[in-house]
């Protein structure tokens, strides 16, 4: 049974500051694996989505990397910003017909 | 990208009462709907899994009989809460299914808040 891991789960840091949260999987294969952000009562936003067969994806001040092998994946967030603040999950797919299996999350708070 | 909407945003109701929330697929047919739900400060946790016509999947421990899903449409499914109680005050958020293989996206509601008094 795939279980997703993430540490820490809560971070802050000041404004400006490059920074990487990090997400671990038990089961290496995964089909999928996807960061999204969680803002305070508020539904999910996808941010980025790194299929099995790649090793990283970005978008703007966002990349995410997938490491199989050791079953980890990290979001490099650069540059913070006061909006970056947020909870940020990352969650797993097992195969095109299974679920997605979300991590606990970290809630990131960026200090101005 | 596509939309999915839920409806209510927020719903407060007594113990005992049955409650429905609403997940649609604004401009795209989901063959595949989801629903979690999300404690505070805890992940979402899958409830179950509902294709078009046919009977959810509930993960285990959640109560098909408390818990009733309806898949009625490929753009509409209801999640209905009978008798709830306290305990069931929650984040419920639905999730839809589109297209197949790598071109397969899921897309998030934006989620109910449901009080039970």
């Known amino acids: 049974k795939q279980e997703v891991t993430q540490i820490p789960a809560a971070l802050s840091v000041p404004e400006g500051e490059n920074l990487v949260l990090n997400c671990s999987f038990t089961?290496?294969?995964?089909?999928?694996l996807q960061w999204f952000r969680q803002d305070p009562g508020k539904g999910l936003t996808s941010l980025l989505l790194i299929q099995s067969s790649q090793r990283e994806q970005t978008s703007g001040r966002l990349n995410a990397s997938l490491d199989k092998s050791s079953g980890r994946s990290t979001l490099y967030i650069a540059a913070s910003q006061p909006g970056d603040s947020a909870t940020y999950l990352c969650?797993?797919?097992?195969?095109?017909?299974?679920?997605?299996?979300f991590g606990s999350g970290t809630r990131l708070s960026i200090r101005p | 990208g596509a939309v999915v909407s839920q409806h209510p945003s927020w719903v407060i109701c007594k113990s005992g009462t049955s409650v429905k929330i609403e997940c649609r697929s604004l401009d795209f047919q989901a063959t595949t709907m989801f629903w979690y739900r999300q404690f505070p400060k805890q992940s979402l946790m899958l409830m179950a899994t509902?294709?078009?016509?046919?009977?959810?999947?509930?993960e285990q421990g959640v109560e098909k009989d408390k818990f009733l899903i309806n898949h009625a449409s490929l753009t509409l499914s209801t999640l209905t809460v009978t008798s709830a109680h306290p305990e069931d005050s929650s984040f419920y958020i639905c999730?839809?299914?589109?297209?197949?293989?790598?071109?397969?996206?899921?897309?998030f509601g934006p989620g109910t808040r449901l009080l039970v008094l």
């Open positions: 999730s839809a299914r589109e297209g197949t293989g790598f071109q397969e996206t899921q897309y």
């Open positions: 969650a797993s797919r097992g195969s095109s017909a299974s679920k997605i299996i």
């Open positions: 509902s294709n078009e016509g046919s009977k959810a999947t509930y």
């Open positions: 089961d290496s294969a995964i089909y999928n």
